[in-house]
């Protein structure tokens, strides 16, 4: 028997040009837009009542993570101290949720800073498109395999369990 070959040829896109060209449109174009808005903001407010479970928090760590990953390309660069106050009210949040058994209470100035991310990061979408928002996926991807995000970790009987990315 021969030796079967280890190449494996990559995938051709069909239509080239039309997945550039829905590259260019902005996001608000796209059909997936308002799922998004409406997952982000459920996520929100669950955190808001004080119903959140660990998915509407990953949710909500998506958004901010996007929203920093969009800064970094330019898109709102001004409200860079916003987003990080955003982002640090969510892992206080999440750390005190953490040990206390998954509930998830905000404090009046964490729920002031994710209102007001929240509100940066659905201006950002407006304004990108669709290519810039693979772009942040990958800078959020890339962040997340090196290392460089802040990890939220459960701490029960001395050891770490579920680590998650903030």
């Given at each position: 028997?021969?030796?079967?070959?280890?190449?494996?040829?990559?995938?051709?896109?069909?239509?080239?040009?039309?997945?550039?060209?829905?590259?260019?449109k902005p996001f608000k174009a796209s059909?997936?837009?308002?799922?998004?808005?409406?997952?982000?903001?459920?996520?929100?407010?669950?955190?808001?009542?004080?119903?959140?479970?660990?998915?509407?928090?990953?949710?909500?760590?998506?958004?901010?993570?996007?929203?920093?990953?969009?800064?970094?390309?330019?898109?709102?660069?001004?409200?860079?101290?916003?987003?990080?106050?955003?982002?640090?009210?969510?892992?206080?949040?999440?750390?005190?949720?953490?040990?206390?058994?998954?509930?998830?209470?905000?404090?009046?100035?964490?729920?002031?800073?994710?209102?007001?991310?929240?509100?940066?990061?659905?201006?950002?979408?407006?304004?990108?498109?669709?290519?810039?928002?693979?772009?942040a996926i990958d800078i959020v991807t890339?962040?997340?395999?090196?290392?460089?995000?802040?990890?939220?970790?459960?701490?029960?009987?001395g050891h770490d369990r579920h680590p998650?990315?903030?």
């Open positions: 028997m021969r030796k079967r070959s280890k190449y494996k040829p990559k995938g051709v896109r069909p239509d080239a040009v039309s997945w550039v060209l829905s590259g260019l059909p997936h837009e308002l799922n998004l808005r409406i997952k982000n903001h459920d996520a929100l407010n669950t955190v808001r009542l004080g119903t959140a479970t660990r998915t509407d928090l990953d949710a909500l760590i998506a958004a901010m993570n996007m929203a920093e990953a969009l800064i970094r390309m330019g898109v709102g660069s001004d409200w860079s101290v916003e987003i990080r106050s955003a982002q640090d009210a969510l892992y206080y949040l999440a750390r005190r949720g953490v040990e206390n058994n998954e509930r998830f209470i905000l404090t009046g100035s964490e729920l002031k800073a994710l209102n007001l991310g929240m509100e940066i990061h659905d201006a950002q979408l407006d304004a990108c498109t669709i290519q810039m928002l693979e772009q890339a962040d997340i395999k090196n290392r460089k995000a802040q990890p939220i970790t459960e701490i029960k009987n998650q990315t903030a």
